[in-house]
């Protein structure tokens, strides 16, 4: 065995159950919006905590950037959070921090000394659940992280343990709150992006800097997570295809509205068909997982198309328990100390009783279908000449490239004469072909929008 696994070995023959005497001592890596709210949770609810535990739940620590006034005793805060997790009167660490270092480091060293963790941090989990996991499993302690997808709503467990004995084909959802809130309200008061990210960042929606949520990196990651439990195969953020809002207009918002849709930013995560030209499951090959983030057209009868404001909600499709639909508070930091005390109470009864929760699940190995590949449908906008035979040259255009149009319609006449595409289901790349053949038409003024759409039964 490697040294590694031999301080596992060793960490996991002690964790025996607890002494009924015993508190667990827990630390906590952060003080910010979430980590404050945990912190206050700890502290005004020790009894109820205890009871559903098992054992008293004691709060050793916190550790933050500078001491300053928090709240709480001086002797609880402390900027070295590596002595934190090292000492030996803890026994849990929950890491509200972000980002990826120091977490990664604070985190293994948690793990490797065999010390569960709970951590909201999707970014980090992203990228490096399996060495996390790995960390983990040698020592036989528990990582918890229900907070890191969608705050407050329960999704993870879910996925991990009341689906366990389902095949899950499908999971999208609405996984960001700032980019719902904007998209929200340009649908609601017709106002453009700029104008309505300024007020969302007015209002404390979005960050200073909103790239991470506006550019979709933040449901990307999120989408990598639930990509990752439901198809037992391990996902990162590099995996999947990613397009942000940023170029969402109120006219794009005004068109959906016209045909009986709202504009989301979506995280889809399905099983699709094998690559042309190999084998499928009934011969013995393997489907593969999509796994993308962008903005789409939902229709207004979709169950996520009433999903507005800063909330979140994530709709799963699962062969034998059919569609399912979790939603709620998203963000925020009430909501995510929720999610994240409720993985403590799980990870402290572990402790406790001597349990363990689900490791990582891996078994698929399913490969990553390329965006090019993945079905979906498009709703294209296009400025053209009023004169005949145009319609038959944009028809032949989508002919050409094996994409079939499901309707078509024109809006104004002469100079402002505008079609309106519709197509059924393609491949990403054909779509794709296909926009980039339109735009060298001739009677082809502009390509004003492309957006796809989802949620249809089509």
Same mark, same amino acid.
């Given at each position: 065995?490697?040294?590694?696994?031999?301080?596992?070995?060793?960490?996991?023959?002690?964790?025996?159950?607890?002494?009924?005497?015993?508190?667990?001592?827990?630390?906590?890596?952060?003080?910010?919006?979430?980590?404050?709210?945990?912190?206050?949770?700890?502290?005004?609810?020790?009894?109820?905590?205890?009871?559903?535990?098992?054992?008293?739940?004691?709060?050793?620590?916190?550790?933050?950037?500078?001491?300053?006034?928090?709240?709480?005793?001086?002797?609880?805060?402390?900027?070295?959070?590596?002595?934190?997790?090292?000492?030996?009167?803890?026994?849990?660490?929950?890491?509200?921090?972000?980002?990826?270092?120091?977490?990664?480091?604070?985190?293994?060293?948690?793990?490797?000394?065999?010390?569960?963790?709970?951590?909201?941090?999707?970014?980090?989990? &992203? !990228?490096?659940? /399996?060495?996390? %996991? @790995? $960390?983990?499993?040698?020592?036989? *302690?528990? =990582?918890? +992280?229900?907070?890191? #997808?969608?705050?407050?709503?329960?999704?993870?467990?879910?996925?991990?343990?009341?689906?366990?004995?389902?095949?899950?084909?499908?999971?999208?959802?609405?996984?960001?709150?700032?980019?719902?809130?904007?998209?929200?309200?340009?649908?609601?008061?017709?106002?453009?992006?700029?104008?309505?990210?300024?007020?969302?960042?007015?209002?404390?929606?979005?960050?200073?800097?909103?790239? &991470? !949520?506006?550019? /979709?990196?933040? %449901? @990307? $990651?999120?989408?990598?997570?639930? *990509?990752? =439990?439901? +198809?037992?195969?391990? #996902?990162?953020?590099?995996?999947?295809?990613?397009?942000?809002?940023?170029?969402?207009?109120?006219?794009?918002?005004?068109?959906?509205?016209?045909?009986?849709?709202?504009?989301?930013?979506?995280?889809?995560?399905?099983?699709?068909?094998?690559?042309?030209?190999?084998?499928?499951?009934?011969?013995?090959?393997?489907?593969?997982?999509?796994?993308?983030?962008?903005?789409?057209?939902?229709?207004?009868?979709?169950?996520? %198309? @009433?999903?507005?404001?800063?909330?979140? *909600?994530?709709?799963?499709?699962?062969?034998?328990?059919?569609?399912?639909?979790?939603?709620?508070?998203?963000?925020?930091?009430?909501?995510?100390?929720?999610?994240?005390?409720?993985?403590?109470?799980?990870?402290?009864?572990?402790?406790?009783?001597?349990?363990?929760?689900?490791?990582?699940?891996?078994?698929?190995?399913?490969?990553?279908?390329?965006?090019?590949?993945?079905?979906?449908?498009?709703?294209?906008?296009?400025?053209?000449?009023?004169?005949?035979?145009?319609?038959?040259?944009?028809?032949?255009?989508? *002919?050409?490239?094996?994409?079939?149009?499901?309707?078509?319609?024109?809006?104004?006449?002469?100079?402002?004469?505008?079609?309106?595409?519709?197509?059924?289901?393609?491949?990403?790349?054909?779509?794709?072909?296909?926009?980039?053949?339109?735009?060298?038409?001739?009677?082809?003024?502009?390509?004003?929008?492309?957006?796809?759409?989802?949620?249809?039964?089509?």
């Amino acid at each position: 065995m490697t040294e590694a696994t031999d301080a596992g070995a060793a960490v996991a023959a002690k964790n025996g159950t607890w002494g009924t005497d015993r508190p667990i001592g827990v630390a906590v890596l952060g003080m910010g919006n979430v980590g404050t709210e945990v912190v206050r949770i700890l502290r005004e609810h020790t009894a109820d905590l205890e009871s559903r535990v098992g054992a008293p739940v004691v709060l050793r620590g916190v550790a933050v950037r500078n001491t300053a006034d928090r709240g709480i005793p001086d002797e609880l805060l402390t900027t070295d959070a590596d002595a934190l997790v090292a000492r030996d009167d803890v026994d849990l660490v929950v890491e509200v921090i972000g980002g990826i270092d120091p977490p990664r480091r604070l985190i293994l060293a948690a793990l490797n000394a065999g010390k569960s963790v709970v951590t909201a941090n999707k970014a980090l989990l &992203a !990228d490096y659940t /399996g060495e996390l %996991a @790995a $960390a983990a499993e040698r020592s036989r *302690a528990d =990582l918890y +992280f229900e907070a890191a #997808v969608a705050g407050a709503i329960p999704v993870v467990r879910p996925l991990i343990q009341s689906l366990a004995g389902d095949r899950v084909n499908r999971v999208v959802g609405i996984v960001n709150g700032t980019t719902n809130f904007i998209l929200s309200a340009m649908d609601e008061t017709g106002a453009d992006y700029h104008d309505t990210l300024a007020e969302a960042t007015r209002l404390g929606y979005a960050e200073a800097d909103p790239t &991470a !949520d506006v550019e /979709g990196y933040d %449901a @990307a $990651a999120k989408a990598a997570i639930l *990509a990752s =439990l439901a +198809f037992h195969t391990r #996902v990162t953020a590099a995996d999947v295809y990613r397009e942000g809002i940023s170029r969402i207009t109120s006219e794009d918002l005004e068109t959906a509205s016209a045909v009986g849709c709202t504009v989301k930013l979506l995280a889809i995560c399905e099983r699709v068909p094998a690559g042309p030209g190999e084998p499928g499951p009934e011969d013995g090959g393997k489907e593969r997982v999509s796994v993308r983030v962008y903005p789409a057209l939902i229709p207004r009868e979709h169950p996520l %198309a @009433a999903v507005n404001g800063a909330f979140n *909600a994530v709709v799963v499709e699962a062969e034998n328990a059919g569609r399912l639909m979790f939603y709620g508070q998203g963000a925020g930091g009430a909501p995510t100390a929720s999610a994240v005390l409720g993985d403590l109470v799980m990870a402290a009864r572990n402790k406790f009783y001597g349990g363990r929760a689900p490791g990582e699940s891996v078994y698929a190995e399913l490969p990553i279908a390329p965006i090019g590949d993945t079905p979906t449908r498009y709703h294209v906008n296009l400025q053209v000449a009023d004169r005949a035979g145009v319609l038959q040259a944009v028809a032949g255009e989508f *002919a050409e490239h094996g994409v079939s149009i499901s309707t078509v319609r024109q809006e104004g006449h002469g100079e402002g004469a505008r079609l309106v595409v519709v197509t059924h289901h393609a491949t990403e790349s054909a779509l794709a072909d296909t926009v980039s053949a339109l735009a060298e038409l001739p009677s082809v003024t502009s390509v004003t929008s492309v957006l796809r759409l989802e949620g249809t039964e089509e």
